[in-house]
């Protein structure tokens, strides 16, 4: 049966993507990565997880985003960045968990209140020995998210069964 081996290719598909999925955050929301934004504001409430992007939303001539250390994202310098980028939109993925520190590289954006600081928990497992600096945030995006995937299993094994019969 074409159709029934095709349904559950589907479904297995789904079931890899729901526990593979990882957010894109635009940072600033509408308001994008720019000057006059409280972006240790934006970051309350959410829960970076390794894989996760950030969109940072700027025009390429106006703002640059650095990643850099967390001494050069307290002095405001970007001259030792860990990835620079001048063309956005830019998306960054946080490919490893702890702290990672965004500026702006233009000069007296950074001072001037242009810069990010992301807490990243590991991964969705969620079992890795995090950072002593570990935001006092909501415990609800994660659990969610974790049981999300047995309830897609499942899901996908009902309609296996009604599938074969
Ligand atoms: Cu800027």
Redesign the pocket.
């Known amino acids: 049966m074409a159709s029934r081996s095709a349904l559950i290719a589907v479904l297995v598909a789904v079931s890899c993507a729901a526990a593979a999925s990882a957010t894109t955050y635009t940072v600033g929301d509408t308001k994008g990565w720019?000057?006059n934004v409280d972006y240790s504001g934006w970051t309350s409430g959410k829960n970076f997880a390794v894989g996760d992007k950030l969109l940072f939303n700027f025009a390429s001539a106006?703002?640059?985003v650095a990643e850099v250390s967390k001494s050069d994202y307290e002095s405001c310098s970007s001259n030792n960045a860990i990835s620079n980028d001048s063309n956005g939109p830019a998306t960054i993925t946080l490919s490893s968990p702890g702290t990672h520190y965004f500026i702006?590289g233009?000069p007296g954006?950074c001072s001037g209140g242009?810069k990010l600081a992301v807490d990243v928990g590991g991964s969705s497992s969620g079992g890795s020995p995090s950072t002593p600096g570990t935001s006092p945030s909501s415990p609800n995006g994660a659990p969610a998210r974790m049981q999300a995937a047995p309830a897609l299993a499942m899901a996908a094994g009902v309609l296996i069964k009604l599938a074969l019969f």
Do not use: F, K, Q, R
Request: aromatic share 0%; charged share 0%; proline share 0%.
């Open positions: 720019t000057t106006a703002h640059t702006c233009v954006h242009m």
